[in-house]
């Protein structure tokens, strides 16, 4: 945390929506004399700047009742704490919310007591901003650097194009040695670019096949599937005509 704050800035209420996220409080000096147990953990988060003194848990507390009993918080309207949850004696998560009947409660923020350092839980939509954007500078650093070594590449290869004649060959291992590609670098870089293309849309569908090309192709058939008319041989020519037997009478 980028501040640890103080046992003795008690009793400083903050404005309402004020981000603390960047704060933490602990008091080695309570936590040396008293548990830190369920019974004790709300008074010892009552000496943090996290605390509202106008909530309902303060007005039990001025009438000698337990700030947690929810038999009397239930029956009142207002800013209140509840204990939400607690793993002894690691761990305790405290919920700040705002009541307007018995079964209505609005959350307005969390807070965690963590071995007997005492944050506030930031919102979701800032620890889902905060990833995306840790998310794009490594994606960003990734292209940065496959383009690095695809340009170096090339100019390897340009300048090995443009060798002057004269100059003295050298050994083919270090050859080798120079236009090596780095195996992982290079898968790196395809899955890289396989996750770019799977978020690209679909290509689209190819264009419908030619009625006219459909038409003719039924149109052509096999020499066993056309019947030979009379008249016509096998190769469509008209075969010659044959002159009639006269038939010879005999008496």
Same mark, same amino acid.
């Given at each position: ?61 001025? @009438?000698? &009742? ?13 800013? $209140?704490? #509840?204990? !939400? +949850? ?47 954007? @840790?998310? &794009? ?13 695809? $340009?170096? #590449?090339? !100019? +390897? ?95």
């Amino acid at each position: 945390m980028d501040h640890l704050a103080q046992a003795g800035g008690l009793g400083q209420v903050q404005p309402p929506g004020t981000d603390m996220t960047s704060i933490s409080f602990r008091d080695q000096l309570w936590l040396n004399q008293f548990p830190l147990d369920r019974n004790l953990v709300f008074d010892y988060f009552a000496l943090s700047p996290f605390y509202d003194r106008t909530c309902n848990n303060e007005q039990l507390r001025i @009438r000698q &009742i337990h700030p947690l009993d929810p038999n009397h918080l239930t029956k009142m309207t207002g800013i $209140e704490y #509840i204990l !939400h +949850e607690a793993m002894e004696p690691h761990l305790f998560i405290i919920r700040k919310q705002k009541r307007e009947g018995p079964e209505k409660v609005t959350v307005m923020s969390a807070y965690y007591v963590l071995d007997g350092s005492i944050y506030q839980s930031p919102q979701l939509y800032n620890v889902i901003g905060s990833r995306a954007v @840790r998310a &794009i500078y490594h994606i960003s650093e990734a292209f940065s650097g496959a383009a690095s070594k695809l $340009e170096k #590449i090339g !100019h +390897e290869v340009e300048s090995g194009k443009t060798k002057p004649e004269n100059a003295a060959e050298e050994p083919t291992r270090e050859k080798v040695a120079e236009n090596t590609i780095d195996i992982k670098e290079a898968v790196r870089l395809d899955q890289i670019l396989a996750g770019v293309f799977r978020r690209l849309p679909p290509a689209p569908a190819p264009p419908p096949f030619p009625v006219a090309a459909a038409t003719s192709s039924e149109a052509v058939k096999t020499e066993g599937d056309v019947k030979q008319e009379p008249g016509v041989d096998g190769q469509g020519f008209a075969a010659p005509e044959q002159p009639a037997l006269k038939r010879v009478k005999v008496e």
